[in-house]
Nanobody, 122 residues
Framework: QVQLVESGGGLVQAGGSLRLSCTASLRAFSSYTMGWFRQAPGKEREFVGRIKWTGTTYYADSVKGLFTISRDNAENTVYLQMNSLKPEDTAVYYC????????????????WGQGTQVTVSS
């Protein structure tokens, strides 16, 4: 059974930083595009960014230049470094995996984690 487990969430003051991790029990992790999504209370889930199996990254405009996604294929782990956090970044953050995916749409992702809460106080 495939599992994606996020960690690293918590409470941080505005302007602070957090690094989220997502470890996946995928046999061919290096062949997966790994995406990060978030969902705030009362809002639709939104795309944050993704890192393809090739290593290329793409970010939503709202986080570009502030968030960075990286991956360690040897550890089956993807990271989301979040800097200069704002209260509007408060959400449950999810990682997801898409086999050889482009990663542009949530529908591409076959596997999802349970999410980790990030709360940014003003």
């Amino acid at each position: 059974q495939v599992q994606l487990v996020e960690s690293g969430g918590g409470l941080v003051q505005a302007g602070g930083s957090l690094r989220l991790s997502c470890t996946a029990s995928l046999r061919a992790f290096s062949s997966y595009t790994m995406g990060w999504f978030r969902q705030a209370p009362g809002k639709e889930r939104e795309f944050v960014g993704r890192i393809k199996w090739t290593g290329t990254t793409y970010y939503a405009d709202s986080v570009k230049g502030l968030f960075t996604i990286s991956r360690d294929n040897a550890e089956n782990t993807v990271y989301l470094q979040m800097n200069s956090l704002k209260p509007e970044d408060t959400a449950v953050y999810y990682c997801a995996a898409a086999y050889l995916g482009i990663g542009a749409s949530a529908h591409e992702y076959q596997y999802w984690g349970q999410g980790t809460q990030v709360t940014v106080s003003s």
